[in-house]
């Protein structure tokens, strides 16, 4: 009995104690935001730095809103990533006026960022709304908007935080507009188009304005900075990645506006991968390949599943080992803390109630603002991630631990202690294999959790099933999401199965029974 549970803890702990795999030098890191025109300027940069052949390359995509991917930037976690000015400007600097961009230069300098000559294009902020609406209401002008407040409007959750974004444009043009709702921006296009929202924020560059109808509102009051597209970098990738670097600049104002849509366009509508568009651009210039219609796809169910059924393989096998090692370590860190904090909790009922408060509050915490705070810290990736798994998996083990410690029958302790058995021999003879499936249970529960909430460590650039929900949710194909999320919710059920099949083997039948 005894040498079943402490095999069932030994193994968790082997299983995990290994990494995934590891990289011999380190690579060229490109990030970008969760949006599909810089996932799009991050894989060129990608493919630019690899057709160099100087050094491995890697894209941590859609690492989330700008507060996080530029910390991550300072901190070492990326190299470079592609920004806007008029972002630099208010969102990083938080500088009044519209600085030009030698002055945005030289305010980074200091904080070892530099910034990239523009690409070719701008890509401001604007709101739309449905054409038909439109022609309706007669708006043609953000200032339009103030003669009808009863307008619903959906904002995404950036936007409705930035002084360039909502808070500043309702100021400028003293808008009074009660209905105003956070939604993603990918989401939000759906949200309209059935009529769940009147008025929306977009990108000027967005393809899917013309497939949606929606007319851009004119920013007659010229709210709105400049926001041309660039590049920051760590200020010594240059010296580091010369020949990359060279390549990089050779991109200066090779894109223009139209280009870009159209690059969004390849990906949004058409549903190539973000790596496919960005190489033929980098490889054929404007000269793309025509677009395969998406209607023939659609035409053929079985053509739909077998296309999920190879996205769903795909990322069990990309994202699947990345997603597996987050769960198995912060598991094993959680058993080997969880444990001792619920024998603990027994010697006291203050103790108790301490720890098992303690835990409980760390549960209420957001899943993601947990994982943000770890950023300033552990900066992106892996380690910010396991640490916050790891808090989130305390809860079942520890209160399972001190339950099944806890109600153990009181004619067994007191047997126990009529032997003549120290407390130490008690707890580990006889106490803690006698509260094995208890605290099995929990580990399971634990176990199950973190499969679900580590597909949102792909929000900090730490990998798994969650980069293809993120990439979905951007795109707002639900096929896309179920490449991650089926596979998320397959091993949910094998973790489950798994400990099941423990149960059943490693604990005697008298205690299963008990």
């Not at 060229?28 to 949006?35: A, D, I, T």
């Not at 870009?260 to 190539?272: K, P, S, T, W, Y």
């Not at 090692?325 to 203050?350: D, E, K, N, Q």
């Not at 808090?391 to 202690?417: F, H, K, Q």
Request: one cysteine or more; proline letters at 6%.
């Amino acid at each position: 009995m005894r040498r079943a549970f402490y095999l069932i803890l030994a193994s968790l702990i082997l299983v995990s104690g290994s990494p995934v795999h590891a990289q011999e030098k380190p690579p060229l890191r490109v990030g970008s935001k969760r949006f599909t025109e810089s996932f799009i300027l991050g894989e060129i940069a990608v493919a630019l730095a690899r057709a160099t052949g100087e050094a491995p390359v890697t894209h941590e995509q859609g690492l989330g809103a700008t507060a996080i991917v530029f910390r991550a930037l300072e901190q070492g976690s990326i190299d470079l990533y592609p920004e806007y000015t008029g972002t630099i400007a208010e969102a990083i600097l938080k500088s009044s006026g519209r600085p030009d961009l030698e002055t945005l230069r030289r305010a980074l300098a200091p904080r070892g960022i530099g910034i990239s000559d523009p690409l070719g294009f701008e890509n401001k902020y604007a709101l739309a709304v449905p054409a038909a609406l439109a022609e309706r209401l007669n708006l043609r002008t953000v200032s339009d908007l103030a003669r009808h407040p009863e307008l619903r409007v959906g904002l995404s959750h950036e936007f409705l935080g930035r002084q360039d974004g909502w808070p500043g444009l309702v100021a400028h043009y003293r808008l009074q507009m009660p209905h105003v709702q956070g939604l993603d921006h990918g989401l939000a296009y759906e949200a309209i188009q059935r009529g769940a929202i009147d008025v929306m924020d977009v990108y000027t560059t967005d393809a899917k304005l013309k497939k949606y109808h929606l007319r851009v509102l004119e920013d007659d009051r010229r709210f709105f900075p400049p926001y041309q597209a660039v590049f920051l970098y760590r200020d010594s990738l240059p010296q580091r990645y010369p020949r990359t670097w060279q390549k990089l600049q050779s991109l200066a104002g090779r894109l223009n506006e139209a280009t870009m849509i159209e690059l969004n366009g390849r990906a949004e509508l058409d549903g190539l991968p973000f790596a496919q568009v960005a190489q033929e651009f980098v490889t054929n210039g404007l000269a793309l390949t025509a677009a395969p219609s998406p209607e023939a796809a659609r035409q053929s169910l079985r053509h739909e599943l077998a296309q999920l059924a190879r996205g769903t393989w795909q990322a069990i096998r990309v994202q699947g080992p990345q997603h597996l090692y987050l769960v198995l370590v912060s598991l094993a860190l959680a058993i080997l803390v969880g444990i001792p904090m619920g024998i603990l909790a027994t010697h006291s009922r203050m103790l108790a109630q301490t720890v098992l408060s303690l835990t409980g509050l760390i549960q209420t915490i957001p899943s993601l603002a947990l994982l943000c705070f770890f950023i300033p810290v552990m900066g992106t990736g892996p380690v910010p991630a396991l640490a916050a798994l790891f808090l989130y998996s305390l809860l079942p083990i520890v209160r399972n631990t001190y339950t099944g410690l806890e109600e153990m029958p009181p004619p067994l302790r007191e047997s126990a202690a009529a032997l003549g058995l120290s407390s130490l021999a008690q707890l580990f003879l006889i106490r803690l294999p006698m509260a094995s499936r208890t605290i099995l249970a929990g580990i399971k529960t634990s176990a199950v959790i973190n499969v679900g909430t580590a597909t949102l460590a792909a929000f900090i650039g730490a990998g798994g099933f969650g980069e293809r929900i993120s990439t979905g949710l951007t795109l707002n194909d639900p096929n896309i999401i179920l490449h991650g999320a089926i596979p998320a919710a397959l091993l949910a059920l094998l973790v489950q199965w798994v400990f099941d099949l423990m149960d059943r083997v490693a604990i005697p039948r008298g205690l299963r029974l008990l």
